[in-house]
């Protein structure tokens, strides 16, 4: 899914990057694109392809059910239709965003996350401290008719001692600085479903 460089919606991301560190949004994607990733992520759990996730990296990575509960399936080019207009809109999202903020984002990793009722993950940057390629973090959510009661949130935290909260509502879209927003995903009180990623500079350190 190909869209302008100058699109209102890229533009207000960047602008509520620049100014606040994150940016949120109801509705993302055409309804039939949102549905097409969520019927993809059903389909891949159950095949059984998602597997427990690791914090971490390298050797260092461990899965430890006492911080995140998610289990996942890193997504690439040519998988399926609706993974390949994802990965093409953040590509566009990338290439904005590189020319309003000079971000020099060079690439754009992520995966399809489902956590089982009870799921969560604790409080965390998304920036490893021996790898700062993660510059924006990008959360894309899959869940129909998802109810606040259903918890689940992804909780942003802000400077002052703010907060805020993000349901995951299918369709709502969410984007952060991945070395300045703290965030943790609360427990989720039915399954939950999201596509999340980050879109990535060139490091220090080899791929």
Same mark, same amino acid.
């Given at each position: 899914?190909?869209?302008?460089?100058?699109?209102?919606?890229?533009?207000?991301?960047?602008?509520?990057?620049?100014? &606040?560190?994150?940016?949120? &949004?109801?509705?993302?994607?055409?309804?039939?694109?949102?549905?097409?990733?969520?019927?993809?992520?059903?389909?891949?759990?159950? /095949?059984?392809?998602?597997?427990?996730?690791?914090?971490?990296?390298?050797?260092?990575?461990?899965?430890?059910?006492?911080?995140?509960? /998610?289990?996942?399936?890193?997504?690439?080019?040519?998988?399926?239709?609706?993974?390949?207009?994802?990965?093409?809109?953040?590509?566009?999202?990338?290439?904005?965003?590189?020319?309003?903020?000079?971000?020099?984002?060079?690439?754009?990793?992520?995966?399809?996350?489902?956590?089982?009722?009870?799921?969560?993950?604790?409080?965390?940057?998304?920036?490893?401290?021996?790898?700062?390629?993660?510059?924006?973090?990008?959360?894309?959510?899959?869940?129909?008719?998802?109810?606040?009661?259903?918890?689940?949130?992804?909780?942003?935290?802000?400077?002052?001692?703010?907060? &805020?909260?993000?349901?995951?509502?299918?369709?709502?879209?969410?984007?952060?600085?991945? @070395?300045?927003?703290?965030?943790?995903?609360?427990?989720?009180?039915?399954?939950?479903?999201?596509?999340?990623?980050?879109?990535?500079?060139? @490091?220090?350190?080899?791929?």
């Amino acid at each position: 899914m190909k869209i302008a460089l100058d699109h209102p919606l890229f533009t207000r991301i960047a602008s509520d990057l620049a100014d &606040h560190g994150w940016s949120h &949004h109801t509705i993302f994607l055409p309804p039939a694109l949102t549905q097409a990733l969520a019927t993809d992520c059903q389909r891949r759990a159950a /095949d059984g392809l998602l597997t427990p996730a690791a914090t971490g990296r390298g050797i260092g990575a461990q899965v430890r059910e006492g911080i995140r509960g /998610d289990a996942i399936d890193w997504v690439e080019p040519g998988q399926s239709a609706p993974v390949d207009s994802w990965l093409t809109l953040m590509d566009c999202l990338r290439q904005s965003l590189n020319q309003s903020l000079y971000l020099g984002l060079e690439d754009f990793e992520g995966h399809f996350a489902c956590y089982p009722q009870g799921g969560y993950y604790t409080r965390h940057l998304d920036r490893f401290n021996d790898d700062d390629r993660r510059v924006v973090s990008t959360v894309l959510y899959l869940n129909d008719a998802w109810l606040p009661e259903d918890g689940g949130q992804l909780r942003l935290y802000l400077p002052d001692q703010r907060v &805020h909260d993000v349901v995951p509502t299918g369709g709502a879209f969410v984007a952060f600085m991945s @070395g300045q927003v703290p965030h943790e995903v609360m427990p989720a009180m039915r399954e939950r479903r999201s596509l999340t990623g980050w879109l990535r500079r060139r @490091g220090e350190l080899p791929l």
